[in-house]
């Protein structure tokens, strides 16, 4: 059966989620961002392809840093973005979200952005589209429950691989709440299909999924022996909104056993980066020394996740 989220052509229809896309799928989205990001790093182009094209951000879930970048990298490929207080629309009336889905469609959308709490809803969403014949109408998932988070893995990508240049040679450590962690669970479906060797996550029991095994990485409880000689370290936010009942004894005891200490980066690579998918908990999983350190890459993350995202939504916009 032919990935949802690939043509009959194998180009890229929507973004669901990264599990099961190709290599080659992913290395022309990190190569197209390239194209985006000028000589500064600093500054992200504006170009015109997507003119005349309508973006709707659907975002039944907040989140400021997210729905920010889709919106700037929209209006940066010079299309017309549409941004949805969901809280105080339809939703919150009664209408289901297929409903809305064919409401907006009928107002000539092309995008959909979506983020949403229910793990499978940006699916169910393209599978909607395509059974009733709006198959121009592209979908891209910008966060759903546990399950993924595929333009903040890509954007993590390119980061990794703009410090690293290499993939097939690295030791990467995810440190934190993987459990609740879509961010966590997009990040490894990408590191093991770029090639990265060495995919490691650090935890307490508590909070490491079940299946981490089968996903192909190594898995520590012992924060000391996971970043061990490690070239990247990706720190995770504790989701407290997400956990049911007493997983952790407090935010002190996990930073005492698990926070980004610098004597614990000093345990990695002498050039090791540190990357954040934000927003940040200073002294619960990481310390303001590290965080504002010169090893530190958690703010170029941000930038070039504008330009990741002008990737993603250009790509679709001409398949």
């Known amino acids: ?19 099961g896309l190709p290599r080659e799928v992913l290395t022309h989205i990190l190569d197209t961002a390239s194209s985006f990001v000028s000589i500064s790093d600093r500054e992200v182009k504006k170009v015109p392809l997507m003119r005349g094209k309508s973006v709707f951000n659907l975002f039944f879930e907040n989140s400021t840093r ?7 990298a929209a209006k940066r490929l010079s299309a017309d973005v549409i941004n949805l207080n969901i809280s105080a629309s339809s939703a919150s009336k009664g209408e289901s979200l297929l409903d809305t889905i064919d409401n907006l469609t009928a107002m000539h959308a ?14 169910l969403i393209a599978k909607h589209l395509h059974d009733t014949g709006q198959k121009h109408v592209r979908v891209v998932n910008a966060g759903d429950g546990r399950h ?7 954007l993590d990508m ?3 691989r703009h410090y690293k240049k290499d993939f097939s040679k690295l030791s990467v450590a995810i440190v934190g ?8 669970r997009s990040d490894i479906h990408a590191l093991v299909t770029l090639g990265v060797p060495d995919v490691r996550v650090i935890g307490p029991h508590t909070l490491l999924a079940s299946n981490l095994d089968q996903m192909g990485v190594r898995v520590f409880t012992d924060i000391t022996q996971g970043l061990k000689d490690v070239d990247v370290i990706i720190m995770l936010r504790l989701q407290n909104e997400r956990m049911n009942g007493a997983l952790l004894p407090s935010a002190q005891e996990y930073f005492k056993s698990y926070g980004l200490t610098p004597e614990r980066l000093g345990l990695a690579k002498k050039d090791a980066i540190v990357m954040h998918p934000g927003p940040m908990n200073r002294g619960v999983e990481i310390d303001s020394a590290v965080a504002d350190g010169s090893q530190a890459v958690i703010l170029p993350q941000v930038t070039y996740g504008i ?13």
Request: proline share 4%; aromatic share 6%; hydrophobic share 45%.
């Open 177 to 184: 709440d993987v459990l609740h962690s879509r961010v966590a």
């Open 110 to 123: 092309d995008m959909f952005v979506v983020r949403h709490a229910q793990s499978g809803a940006p699916f």
């Open 158 to 160: 390119y980061t990794i």
């Open 66 to 72: 997210t729905r920010t970048t889709f919106e700037i």
């Open 307 to 319: 330009a990741v995202r002008m990737a993603v939504m250009s790509i679709l916009a001409s398949n």
């Open 148 to 154: 993924a988070h595929p333009t903040q893995g890509l």
């Open 1 to 19: 059966m032919r990935n949802p989220q690939l043509n009959e052509h194998g180009e890229l229809h929507h973004l669901l989620t990264i599990e």
